[in-house]
């Protein structure tokens, strides 16, 4: 059974941080690397953030450069700085299954049911 459980979102104004985290389960443990991805409404699937599991490369957007930080433990986090209105999006969390790229939403076969952060004005 595979599984991915996303955690941590909320509403929170301007400014502000959240911390979002992914527990892991089955065999999107065993993957190369988790990733964190959002989707606005009406808009793609994007990519945020991802990790390697073996040496704990990191890999980000250039939107979230500087503010947003993955990592790992017994579970994927990603913490959320000088959050911005245009954060706001549902974000999930992956476990990569194929190909090269990390930034690429198809290289990611699990995927989580996702948790809404949105940033008020």
């Known amino acids: 059974q595979v599984q991915l459980v996303e955690s941590g979102g909320g509403l929170v104004q301007t400014g502000g941080s959240l911390r979002l985290s992914c527990a892991a389960s089955g065999r999107a443990r065993s993957s190369d690397a988790m990733a964190w991805f959002r989707q606005a409404p009406g808009k793609e699937r994007d990519f945020v953030a991802a990790?390697?599991?073996?040496?704990g490369n990191t890999y980000y957007a250039d939107s979230v450069k500087d503010r947003f930080t993955i990592s790992r433990e017994n579970a994927v986090y990603l913490q959320m700085n000088s959050l911005k209105p245009e954060d706001t999006a549902v974000y999930y969390c992956?476990?990569?299954?194929?190909?090269?790229?990390?930034?690429?939403?198809?290289?990611?076969?699990?995927w989580g049911q996702g948790t809404q952060v949105t940033v008020s004005s």
């Open positions: 992956a476990a990569k299954t194929r190909g090269s790229s990390y930034y690429s939403k198809e290289n990611y076969g699990y």
């Open positions: 990790i390697t599991t073996a040496i």
